[in-house]
């Protein structure tokens, strides 16, 4: 059994690793899993990112990259489907009317975090993460 920690990116690459090892073609990846920690102080992931953009974001992007040839595979066996990657989130991305914070990301200056902040931000990121996903393998006339 494989097991992943989304907001540890060294259990990612770990999972991803060894499922490549398999060989296995993989036909979907859904990217759901995630924390609203609401009213809670801020956390660090054990990489030090912030714990809504370290499980939310950074997780989601490592894993999507990591399983890329998996996904590959598993458009070319199925050609009249392809392969999928489907990014769930929320309209709480929103609640970033600003966009991410350029200056401090991480919210990590004193009194810029809320936890409200800082699950839109992440999933703003996931968002601007998929379309750009969509944008590079559809340049590169992708079946995923």
Known sequence: RLWRDLAS???VHRFCTAWEQEGRALHVLINNAGIYAMGAPREETPDGVEMHM????LGHFLLTL???PSLRRGAAATPDFG??????????HMAAPTGIRQSDPML???GAFSSEL??????LA???FTRELQRRLGSWDSPI
């Open 83 to 92: 392969a999928r990657v489907v990014s769930v989130s929320s309209c709480m």
């Open 9 to 11: 990116l060294e259990s």
């Open 54 to 57: 370290g499980a939310n974001y």
């Open 108 to 110: 990590a200056q004193p």
């Open 66 to 68: 990591g399983l890329l």
């Open 126 to 128: 996931q968002i601007q």
């Open 118 to 123: 800082a699950y839109a931000q992440s999933k």
